[in-house]
DNA sequence: TGATATTAAGTTAACGTTAACTTATTTCAG
DNA sequence: CTGAAATAAGTTAACGTTAACTTAATATCA
């Protein structure tokens, strides 16, 4: 048995002896329709299980009233609060989401790109982590006048609003905070010292040691290099297990340590549980995002909130008003406040 | 300055003096087009900064190369292992994935369907909670055709294919083993014994309690109603943090703990430690899914695993298998084999 | 009561692309 | 050097919908 071909307006038109058209108002629930007819097109509608053509539809109308939001990964939370955040925010202006995820590999951001575009998606908002290639096919898209926003990482283009937490001030609010408690020997694991440049929270962090006139030791800041894309998302807290690990044998070993997210943090705590150590006694630890693990782990963990919600928030919001608008407006940009959480897992040296 | 409209083929053909159709060939790569040709359209396409209009492609061409995924929410990490193994499976295949999110409510669920129908995909898994006016929604839409394939969930339909983990027995494997460790007294996180027809994982652990002449004590059985579909995802931390103060307050208290999913019983192990309890000596926990987590946890978390990539690969084998046959094609179902990872949260009672 | 507004349709022509077909030129084996 | 095959285009007509326009009947009001 073979497929049923696709039933069309012109279908239940016949069916129902009135005109595409008259089926069309019907349908879309628009437009003057007696309620004789209205009734036997819908009946019609019901009978032949018509569905409408979206592509027909939206080709026509030239709109699709449809987002697209690229993710990095999946298993951050922040990626999820972000994600829903953004779709409520939508939906209440009648928009739908589609979210891709490029596995933060440039090819597959590329692909993600296409994919959207090729949908005619009114706009795009973007949160994966910067790429050459990547951000090249963005700004060609961009200058095609399709709305974007970006979410947490660089872009610079005219026509690109910008939303992302102050990842800076957050690293250094952590860094300050250790430093406060009597830290001198202070880690940053989560990436390495050649990652300074892209990587706000480490730039707060070496300014935080630079302020207090702490020399920056570079065999304290570990992590895996950042061009590594082939990494799946969980895999932070290895990351974090290791880089610890790799501290605990330098000869002399940092008391705290400020990892660049939640999921670093908790695999730091394992090694150093597993060494026999005692946080934050022995070494005192801060990790950022303050994702709901923060609060479960043993000791509860000292971590830097961003507003997660407020940013998907506040990026459908400039999107939206890409979108409706008909000329061209000036590029907007806004760093939101993080706030320090401070928990068990840090506590005053006692010297 | 207004916006510019969109460049269209014909655009490009007037400016680079051929038809449409050459211009199609040179954008497409396919049909015969000469080197010289090619060239000065490629130029045109450069200049004017032209992209394909996908709806009118895929209108014309009658498919998308496109699939939709619908999530209930982000936050388990069974949701991102899922969806990364569709869209590497997909992406092999030279499809796109679309993911939608209905944070488990019913509305959002149909919003998704209709705007993954809308967009005319060639294809849906769907791997969220069932619920009636969802899958009557589901219904209709496999009625006309598409190609569905559901994950993890109950849906049946002759023309929706089905892969799942094996939850009863997982379930059922993970009380079994409390049970051969001395325990008596088992209690069940996450869903109250209200839930056990939809729950596979509490009928395995009923099945369990049953074949081991232990009474089921319906005080044991504790978590949130499966109908509350208002809850953000994270929050399942919560539920098994409070189910277990519940448990707490017992006159008699269960020795150990089947938990529905890992977050829960990581909230659950809050809950113990917060009364001074020890893990496995009082009471003994063992979650399921086996989320990155679970190695993480004081201590490591027994736990069942379930072939979350497997899950995910077969889902788009089987939506794929539907998308190229041409004609009406058999039902299928997979339900794959789920494994016990005992690890310290489970230990043999001293009696 | 005539003029105007409202209601209830139908008609036409895109939206931007490509499948299918046609035409013309070039290539090359026999 | 013929003629079949390969190459290089162009032409036409959809894909399924809806905006914009037209027509006709009915309702409303000064």
Same mark, same amino acid.
């Given at each position: 048995m073979l497929k049923k071909k696709q039933v069309t307006l012109s279908d239940i038109a016949a069916r129902s002896?009135?005109?595409?058209?008259?089926? *069309?108002r019907v349908v879309n629930g628009n437009g003057y329709v007696s309620e004789v007819t209205r009734k036997r097109v819908q %009946?019609?509608?019901? %009978? @032949?299980? =018509?569905?409408?053509? $979206?592509?027909?539809?939206?080709?026509?109308?030239?709109?699709?009233?449809?987002?697209?939001?690229?993710?990095?990964?999946?298993s951050n939370p922040y990626s999820t609060e972000l994600a829903n955040a953004v779709r409520e925010s939508l939906s209440a202006r009648g928009y739908n989401l589609f979210i891709c995820i490029s596995e933060h590999s440039a090819k597959e951001d590329i692909a993600a790109f296409e994919s959207l575009v090729d949908h005619n998606v009114d706009g795009i908002i973007v949160a994966t982590r910067s790429n050459q290639d990547g951000d090249a096919r963005l700004e060609?898209?961009?200058? *095609?006048? &399709? !709305?974007?926003?970006?979410? $947490?990482?660089?872009?610079?283009?005219?026509?690109?609003?910008?939303? *992302?937490?102050?990842?800076?001030?957050?690293?250094? %609010?952590a860094t300050r905070h250790l430093i406060d408690l009597g830290h001198k020997r202070i880690a940053f694991i989560g990436a390495g010292f050649e990652n300074r440049s *892209? +990587?706000?929270? +480490?730039? $707060? =962090? +070496?300014?935080?040691?630079?302020?207090? $006139?702490?020399?920056?030791d570079e065999r304290l800041i570990t992590g895996r290099r950042e061009s590594t894309y082939d990494v799946p998302g969980y895999s932070t807290e290895k990351i974090g297990y290791e880089g610890m690990k790799r501290l605990l044998s330098l000869p002399n070993p940092p008391t705290a340590v400020f990892a660049r997210n939640d999921f670093t943090a908790v695999g730091a705590m394992s090694a150093i549980k597993e060494a026999g150590l005692s946080i934050p006694k022995d070494i005192a630890i801060v990790g950022f995002d303050d994702t709901p693990l923060a609060i479960h782990t043993m000791p509860a963990l000292t971590t830097v909130r961003q !507003? @997660?919600?407020?940013?998907?928030?506040?990026?459908?919001?400039? &999107? +939206?008003r890409r979108i409706s608008n008909e000329s061209v407006i000036d590029?907007? %940009?806004?760093i939101l406040d993080c706030e320090l959480i401070v928990r068990e897992s840090s506590v005053a040296l006692v010297s």
């Open positions: 002896g009135v005109a595409a058209m008259t089926v *069309s %009946e019609a509608v019901a %009978e @032949m299980n =018509y569905r409408r053509n $979206g592509l027909a539809r939206n080709l026509k109308r030239q709109r699709t009233e449809t987002v697209g939001l690229v993710l990095g990964d999946l060609a898209i961009a200058n *095609s006048n &399709l !709305p974007i926003v970006v979410v $947490g990482r660089d872009f610079r283009n005219d026509s690109v609003d910008h939303v *992302s937490a102050d990842n800076f001030t957050g690293g250094f %609010e *892209s +990587l706000k929270r +480490l730039q $707060g =962090y +070496l300014k935080a040691l630079d302020m207090h $006139g702490i020399v920056v !507003p @997660m919600r407020l940013q998907g928030q506040i990026a459908a919001e400039m &999107l +939206l590029r907007e %940009e806004r």
